[in-house]
């Protein structure tokens, strides 16, 4: 399911880093976590962040569990930042979550066969 992730955030130009051990700029910060997936992008008006957590097994307590509100990133003075959050789940396991995530977060439904399903955020 990373492979996937990964490559679709790449067809989105993002630079896709997997479960990095440490933040890979000084300008992103993070506290006991680490995402399955982090992406970089930006040009010359904006830098956007994205984490993709990607969860075979979807389990909400598990999820809460996890310290992702501890990321944080300051883009630089004269740039508009913006972080991107996503929850990729197997098709088959949405009935696992709690929708209110999507009030921070998109859903992405991966499955074998046919299309992804992307459920954007609200709000």
Same mark, same amino acid.
């Given at each position: 399911?990373?492979?996937?992730?990964?490559?679709?955030?790449?067809?989105?130009?993002?630079?896709?880093?997997?479960?990095?051990?440490?933040?890979?700029?000084?300008?992103?910060?993070?506290?006991?976590?680490?995402?399955?997936?982090?992406?970089?992008?930006?040009?010359?008006?904006?830098?956007?962040?994205?984490?993709?957590?990607?969860?075979?097994?979807?389990?909400? %307590? *598990?999820?809460? +569990?996890?310290?992702? &509100?501890? !990321?944080?990133?300051?883009?630089?003075? $004269? #740039?508009? =930042?913006?972080? %991107? *959050?996503?929850? +990729?789940?197997?098709? &088959?396991? !949405?009935?696992?979550?709690?929708?209110? $995530? #999507?009030? =921070?977060?998109?859903?992405?439904?991966?499955?074998?066969?046919?299309?992804? !399903?992307?459920?954007?955020?609200?709000?």
């Amino acid at each position: 399911m990373k492979a996937i992730v990964k490559a679709e955030l790449e067809s989105e130009d993002y630079q896709v880093m997997a479960e990095p051990a440490f933040p890979p700029a000084n300008w992103i910060h993070w506290e006991s976590y680490r995402p399955d997936l982090l992406g970089l992008r930006s040009d010359e008006t904006s830098e956007s962040l994205v984490i993709a957590e990607c969860e075979t097994h979807p389990n909400m %307590r *598990r999820f809460s +569990a996890k310290h992702y &509100g501890s !990321l944080w990133f300051e883009p630089s003075v $004269l #740039r508009e =930042g913006s972080i %991107r *959050r996503i929850l +990729a789940v197997p098709r &088959g396991k !949405l009935s696992a979550l709690d929708l209110t $995530l #999507r009030r =921070g977060w998109e859903i992405w439904v991966i499955g074998k066969t046919g299309p992804m !399903l992307k459920i954007p955020t609200v709000g």
